[in-house]
């Protein structure tokens, strides 16, 4: 029979890896909460109509990326409807606060989401048809302030400070402006014509966007159009005055906060929805698919989608490609994290015991790794040491005089612990090692969040 295998573009995520995907989730959450961010949760698939007006016709996404199907009919009251697998997370949020009326209580609305996304794109590194983002926006109706330039100064400070406390090294933030509808119709006119006699040396994708979407075209890559792209007319020169201001707002918030940028007259990003300050921060350590996070605003998005006005901006972010970074720069360490100490029964009559000590540990907070009272001490000892830092050997001898024998890997030695004593003494003899070096300092965390303290059960 064949082997089944995970579909192309999608995987399997495996301890220890995951405990660097949860660690960069903790994170994000942590500093949201710090921004006054709550989160949201929206369904994986929506109504395709969503997408084909939110995010645009014309996009590579909903051209050709998404995955879309049929729903039938269960019921004679149900109508077969055209259903897709989120590509991105912006459009179903916006959908969210106009279908619950978050802009009636007159506050701005500032949410963030994590989840999993899907475009059927060309699979490479960094680049997967089921992929995870972290995402924020901050949408309300205009009187509360959401378009202020000092929202996007914000969430652009908020992923300088994410970025550094996950830990990411050398990350570039290009920004831009791409104006207002009326400033971009303009662009669009003046690339048109610039475009009109020298598109027919350029590439295939470039000729058919220089028709459906001109802006496109400055998304290219092909090298042999660079040189006709770098001539080609810059956004900046079609903002008008209003669209100009919030731009120079924008930046002298920045730079008032002190978080650096480059301005990039090229950065357009592929959704519709854009307006005004567009954005972009990338890692050159990712190769190709250098894009940590993109975003901008979308002041007219919610109108697209039949709603209020609602201005907005936000952003979304690859984890997959966070997690390609931080292992690139070694920060995850290539051994799994080991936890403090492995219980091992001496002899099979003592299996009971032991879970029972292994529980007191990990309801005082301790991770520990429970063994087997088949094994030989010398398979205990094998095991413990590939996933522990401590080996605690309990059998009858122990039982008898209410004290453990515990031995540390890292520096050998032995020594007799009254039980109570066990939690408080394993904690104490990982903060002896670290200063000792030799050993890394593990990344997942000595000791596991406080445990639920166990209650008795409640009889009515
Ligand atoms: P976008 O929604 O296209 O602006 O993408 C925002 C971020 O999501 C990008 O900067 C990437 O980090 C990430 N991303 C987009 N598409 C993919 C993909 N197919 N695989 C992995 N990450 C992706």
Not at 194 to 218: F, G, I, K, S
Not at 236 to 263: I, K
Not at 437 to 460: C, F, M, N, Y
């Amino acid at each position: 029979m064949s082997t089944l295998k995970a579909v192309r573009g999608t995987r399997d995520l495996l301890p220890p890896e995951t405990a660097l995907w949860n660690r960069i989730e903790a994170t994000a959450r942590s500093v949201f909460a710090r921004y006054n961010f709550g989160e949201i949760r929206t369904p994986v698939f929506e109504d395709t109509t969503l997408f084909a007006r939110g995010v645009g016709e014309e996009t590579d996404i909903v051209s050709k990326e998404m995955y879309t199907w049929e729903d039938r009919a269960r019921a004679q009251s149900e109508k077969t409807q055209s259903l897709t697998l989120r590509p991105e997370n912006t459009a179903g949020v916006v959908r969210a606060y106009i279908e619950h009326g978050l802009g009636e209580s007159g506050q701005l609305q500032k949410l963030y989401y994590l989840g999993p996304q899907f475009r059927r794109e060309r699979p490479q590194k960094g680049r997967y048809r089921q992929f995870s983002q972290i995402g924020a926006e901050v949408i309300g109706p205009p009187s509360a302030g959401s378009e202020s330039p000092l929202r996007d100064a914000e969430i652009l400070e908020m992923l300088a400070t994410l970025l550094d406390e996950l830990g990411i090294q050398g990350w570039t933030l290009h920004l831009n402006s791409v104006g207002s509808a009326a400033d971009r119709a303009r662009y669009n006119q003046a690339l048109r014509a610039a475009l009109a006699p020298v598109v027919a040396q350029m590439c295939p994708d470039c000729q058919r966007r220089a028709e459906t979407n001109p802006l496109r075209v400055l998304d290219c890559k092909v090298p042999a159009d660079q040189p006709i792209i770098e001539t080609l007319p810059m956004i900046a020169d079609s903002l008008d005055e209003a669209s100009q201001a919030h731009f120079a707002a924008v930046t002298a918030a920045l730079d008032a906060a002190g978080v650096p940028y480059t301005r990039n007259h090229r950065l357009v990003r592929g959704l519709d929805y854009y307006t005004r300050t567009t954005f972009e921060f990338t890692h050159g350590g990712l190769g190709a698919q250098n894009a940590l996070l993109g975003g901008g605003r979308y002041d007219g998005l919610s109108e697209m989608l039949g709603g209020p006005r609602a201005p907005g901006i936000g952003f979304a972010m690859g984890e997959d490609r966070l997690v390609l970074t931080l292992q690139a720069q070694e920060k995850q360490k290539s051994t799994p994290p080991k936890v403090v100490a492995y219980i091992a029964p001496v002899g099979e009559n003592m299996n009971s015991a032991n879970l029972a000590l292994a529980g007191e540990l990990r309801h005082q907070g301790l991770a520990v790794e429970l063994g087997d009272g088949s094994f030989r001490l010398k398979k205990s000892f094998e095991s413990a040491d590939k996933t522990a830092r401590n080996i605690v050997i309990f059998g009858e001898d122990e039982l008898q005089s209410g004290k453990l024998t515990v031995k540390n890997f890292a520096n050998g030695t032995q020594m007799s612990v009254p039980r109570a004593e066990l939690a408080d003494f394993l904690l104490n003899s990982d903060q002896f090692l670290e200063p000792e070096g030799g050993r890394s300092t593990p990344e997942a965390p000595l000791v596991v969040p406080p445990a639920r303290i166990p209650q008795k059960p409640i009889h009515e």
